[in-house]
């Protein structure tokens, strides 16, 4: 086959696809750029064309600040957590031992569990009344750190975040755990031998061999943590008094309880527009592995 | 011979043909597509309805269809300009904004003719007037109400009796009991904190209209300058605060969900819960055998300026789509359930009281004869309509009520926050403004 038959063969397989996903991705995203110039109630085909004064609003409405430095407080609390905890439950299941093989037949639970289901499961262990885990403070004796957490304005965003580090960390361990796979032992063993054991190992050794995984995971979490929407919709509503409040959440207000489409739309523009430049920065930061070109 | 046999053949033809046609003029066949909000009622109600009006006008055929998120559907059929003949939107729907927007019609030309299958007579006169007051814009009637909701407080009827205690009916009655109840280690009161809407209704405007009369609360919703932190609101964020520093609400409320508090309210570690006549359905599946709760109206001020009999209600309407393809035969399928057999219907086997006067006539179920007594007893009616109207308003009086109910804000700060919000309100030009003129109420 020559080069160009090939090319002209492999065009034609991608085509259906491209296809489909011009029609159900490319187009509204560029109609919502589009939605994002007029004001527009969402509820007839009436629009007026307003040009930037939706980003102009968007720019000195306090709540979107305040819902966007939410979603980077949770980007930032929890991606040092799972790191954290994901990297070490990813050792922990490479190892043969009875306690590994237990984490390796569950960790993956919560990752599968719907987030419906593990937002009603925490706000049961939230619950002030019956929750387990008043329950468990009152038992052991510290009364006074049995609070109402999702509906204090200190802890709420905190518990949120609790949750959604409960619900991703099966993804990561899992992550991580393929990428340990791929470290030649060779490698470890001759670290091992040169004396470079525990936190020493794990910093020369392993992290510099996971940073392309690393990297990867952190662009993860800067969209998950972005694009957080159902577990705040349904523990909090975003409350109390906005204390919770983050981007999607503030959207939904917008377009289905204000009728404020063309804001919603913006809103979203500016969430797609943040997303991409968050990631686009972590990829950019995280470019050059340290360890790399030592000598 | 021969051509006998044609004329007879052409004849018969042509009355066949005849009788075919009449046929098709005595029945034209005609059909309606019914949108509805799925809600703890069902649609099962509205879908025999329309297989009786098919019985009693053929040719008709009438589709039913709905579930609990149908405004999303409905959004872009609206758009489409493809909606459906008659609908039930139900509360996720932005009402207000279909009516700005051209997209329902006008319906008092049709509320003047006569009810459904009478010659005279006003199929107006037969709604209560309080109701259809709800869903007026610039002096026309573009929705109309079917059931309605009460709001007011539940209390735990088997703990009351058993305690000695009494449904308290004013302020110093309802502190008093509140002690008692608390000295039992019981909560006396709980609230669906998430949602503050809850509080708003059963603690902020009840109280305001008790110290300030249904004036203080039109003006608010009015958004006459300075209503929203008149004396009167001011003295019904101190009645909360006081609840809250003298403990009286449930510890932990505020980070309860509807159906968190509720469940508190019917296990009995709570003694007292404001809701809607709604809470028996929407809890019927986990209520305790024999479980008994009653209905009152939140306590009111000692010496309040405000009628005590004052009773705020909630309905969700049904409109008629400007793009729906058969209107006329909306407005007579609509016209058939609410005549009054089917109103009374409706209250029996739904349990739920209803727009169309003299349907309280009916066999209500235990739980909804003190609301009708109550709804009887009232003679000033008041409704959350600046939730609808002014939703971003709505949005600030939850928010700065859940922060008062948390003791993070001062009453005086928290109509502050009322009044900057009604003033936002009063300067956007983008925003529609309505006004609610009250008439004689029952």
């Known amino acids: 086959m020559t080069p160009r038959a090939r090319a002209g063969f492999i065009t034609l397989f991608l085509l259906p696809a491209s296809a489909l996903y011009a029609l159900f991705v490319v187009i509204p995203v560029v109609q919502a750029f589009a939605f994002s110039l007029y004001r527009w109630r969402g509820i007839s085909a009436n629009r007026t064309f307003i040009g930037l004064e939706n980003f102009q609003q968007l720019f000195n409405d306090p709540l979107v600040w305040r819902a966007l430095s939410h979603n980077l407080l949770l980007f930032v609390g929890t991606s040092v957590v799972i790191l954290t905890v994901s990297l070490a439950l990813a050792h922990a299941v490479g190892a043969e031992s009875a306690l590994a093989r237990f984490l390796r037949s569950v960790y993956l639970f919560p990752q599968v569990i719907s987030l419906v289901v593990v937002a009603i499961l925490w706000m049961f262990i939230l619950n002030p009344s019956f929750g387990i885990l008043n329950a468990t403070l009152k038992a052991v004796g510290l009364k006074e750190w049995a609070i109402t957490w999702l509906g204090n304005p200190y802890t709420a965003l905190a518990s949120i975040g609790v949750a959604h580090v409960w619900h991703a960390l099966g993804f990561y361990i899992m992550l991580f755990a393929a990428a340990l796979r791929t470290i030649p032992t060779d490698v470890m063993e001759a670290a091992t031998l040169d004396g470079a054991t525990g936190l020493v190992r794990l910093r020369y050794v392993t992290l510099p061999l996971l940073w392309a995984v690393l990297r990867i995971a952190l662009v993860y979490m800067a969209i998950g943590t972005m694009n957080i929407f159902s577990l705040v919709f349904l523990m909090t509503q975003g409350g109390p008094d906005r204390a919770t409040e983050v981007m999607l959440t503030y959207l939904y207000e917008q377009a289905f309880k204000h009728s404020e489409f063309g804001y919603a739309t913006a809103l979203a523009v500016v969430n797609f527009v943040l997303v991409m430049a968050l990631s686009g920065a972590i990829l950019t930061l995280f470019r050059h592995n340290p360890q790399e070109g030592r000598g | ?442």
Request: proline residues 7%; aromatic residues 12%; contains cysteine.
């Open chain 2, 1 to 442: 011979m021969k051509a006998g046999r044609y004329a007879l053949i052409v004849t018969v033809l042509i009355a066949v043909s005849a009788v075919i046609v009449s046929c098709g003029r005595q029945q034209p066949t005609s059909s309606l597509e019914v949108a509805c909000f799925k809600g703890g009622y069902g649609i099962d109600f509205f879908e025999q309805a329309a297989r009786e009006y098919e019985k009693l006008h053929p040719g008709v055929k009438i589709k039913v269809w709905g579930n609990p998120r149908v405004w999303e559907q409905l959004r872009p059929r609206f758009v489409a300009g493809n909606p459906p003949d008659l609908t039930y939107p139900g509360w996720g729907m932005d009402h207000w904004a279909l009516v700005y927007e051209g997209q329902v019609i006008p319906l008092d030309e049709y509320l003047d003719s006569p009810p459904y299958g009478k010659s005279e007579g006003k199929w107006r006169d037969t709604f209560e007037p309080s109701l259809l007051a709800l869903c007026q814009y610039q002096g026309k009637t573009y929705m109309l109400p079917y059931f309605f909701s009460m709001l007011g407080w539940w209390y735990n009827k088997d703990m009351f009796e058993k305690n000695g205690w009494k449904p308290p009916r004013t302020w110093s009655e309802l502190l008093a009991l509140c002690e008692k109840i608390k000295a039992k280690g019981i909560a006396p009161i709980t609230y669906q904190g998430i949602y503050p809407a809850y509080a708003v209704s059963g603690f902020l405007i009840p109280w305001a209209i008790s110290a300030g009369g249904i004036e203080a609360f039109d003006n608010a919703q009015n958004l006459v300058p300075g209503a929203w932190k008149s004396p009167a609101f001011l003295k019904a964020a101190q009645m909360i605060d006081e609840l809250r520093r003298r403990g009286y609400f449930q510890e932990g409320a505020n980070g309860m969900d509807h159906t968190g508090a509720q469940m508190e309210f019917i296990s009995g570690r709570a003694a007292m819960i404001p809701c809607g006549t709604w809470l028996h359905s929407e809890m019927r599946n986990v209520l305790p055998p024999n479980f008994r709760m009653g209905f009152m109206l939140p306590p009111v001020l000692d010496d309040g300026k405000g009628d005590p009999t004052a009773v705020g209600i909630g309905i969700e309407p049904w409109m008629v789509p400007t793009k729906g393809k058969n209107r006329e035969l909306a407005i007579d399928f609509y016209k058939y359930m609410t005549s009054l057999e089917k109103a009374k219907q409706f209250v029996e086997q739904k349990g739920t009281l209803m727009s169309i006067r003299g349907s309280d006539q009916a066999n209500y179920p235990e739980h909804l004869k003190e609301p009708v007594e109550v709804f009887r007893r009232a003679k000033t009616v008041w409704s959350v309509e600046y939730r609808q109207w002014y939703p971003k308003l709505g949005k600030e009086v939850e928010d700065a009520t859940a922060a008062l109910l948390a003791g993070n804000i001062t009453p005086e700060q928290f109509v502050e926050r009322l009044e900057r919000a009604a003033e936002a309100t009063r300067q956007d030009k983008n925003i529609p403004k309505h006004t609610y003129t009250r008439g004689k109420d029952r």
